[in-house]
């Protein structure tokens, strides 16, 4: 028998896109494991495993602008877009601190959307450095594209980097910043494109690894998971293995989402001379970047650039 979505839990899990990776993971699979008893294959597909927003949002500048006046942050913000090569309009925010010493461009975790995360860009304004973060395809205020593919998704991040590099043009260093699954876009786009560095923030190693990690410890008595081809491609061991430019890695010591285990291959496999690990005490998946130290971390890796 094949079971081929996780379509259920994903529309429950939409009601909480600032909580991403952690909670479609676990309740993705749990839901299914319930649904499907014996004998069955769970096929793992773009569709049923990229988060999709409900419907296209508008811009919440109002709550940025309220985050930034509550963490008393001098800060100029404006929405910013481009068109991707599939048609579909790709839409974010760029938010440029007072004292920038650094320009970020974030990809941000699976179901993380900007509306979502006004004090997560803010964190970066402590560094304080500037951030450029768009929407993937189909999530929060980007367009949906006419079909999921990972492939044009890469594409499409290309042509954002592209595109912040040309509006962050200035003195200061562009970091390529990913979250979670944002951790292979940005990882992907250090080897196609020459940031001055890059962050991996509770980063990955492979989505097989991720799942399988995230299961329950029973399910592989009764269900085998398989991922369609683009996924199963998805390898940010290699991708870090032949990155060789500055690198930082963060993670938080109580993660069991995205555990240490992860940022600890990929710092082993890292070529670069410029490479550092930082797991924060007593912090677990959610609030690193609340972190005074992760923020500290930040500010020595910047100041080294």
């Known amino acids: 028998m094949i079971f081929s979505g996780f379509t259920d839990t994903l529309k429950a899990v939409k009601g909480y896109p600032g909580k991403g990776m952690r909670r479609f ?22 569709g049923n495993l990229i988060y999709q927003s409900s419907k296209t949002e508008k811009l919440n500048l109002t709550r940025f602008q309220e985050q930034a006046f509550k963490d008393d942050m001098s800060v100029a913000l404006k929405a910013v877009s481009l068109t991707s090569e599939q048609g579909h309009t790709l839409r974010g925010i760029q938010a440029l601190y007072h004292g920038a010493k650094a320009n ?12 979502q995360s006004a004090n997560i860009v803010h964190r970066f304004g402590a560094i304080p450095a500037n951030v450029i973060w768009f929407d993937y395809p189909g999530a929060g205020i980007s367009d ?15 042509a954002i980097y592209d595109f912040a590099a040309d509006k962050l043009r200035n003195d200061k260093p562009l970091i390529v910043h990913g979250i979670e699954l944002g ?34 410890g029973w399910s592989g008595w009764f269900t085998r998971i398989k991922l369609s081809p683009k ?6 061991a290699y991708q870090v293995g032949s990155y060789q430019g500055p690198l930082l890695i963060l ?21 670069s ?7 924060v005490e007593g912090v677990g998946h959610d609030k690193l970047m609340r972190s005074p130290i992760a923020v500290d971390a930040y500010k020595a890796f910047v100041a080294g650039l």
Do not use: W
Request: hydrophobic letters at 45%.
């Open 25 to 46: 993971i676990k309740a993705s699979i749990i839901t299914v494991i319930a649904v499907v008893i014996t004998g069955c294959v769970i096929n793992v597909t773009p």
């Open 104 to 115: 970020i461009l974030l990809f941000g975790g699976n179901g993380m959307t900007i509306n």
């Open 144 to 158: 949906k594209p006419a079909k999921l593919d990972p492939e044009a998704m890469m594409a499409d991040a290309l």
């Open 183 to 216: 951790t292979a876009v940005a990882a992907n786009i250090a080897l196609q494109r020459s940031p001055d560095a890059l962050v991996l923030e509770k980063p990955i190693v492979n989505l097989s690894q991720l799942i399988n990690d995230n299961s329950p």
């Open 231 to 236: 996924l199963a491609a998805v390898d940010n």
């Open 251 to 271: 993670v938080g010591e109580k993660d069991l989402t995205t555990p240490p285990k992860y940022s600890q291959i990929l710092y082993r496999v890292s070529p």
């Open 273 to 279: 001379d410029n490479k550092n690990l930082v797991v």
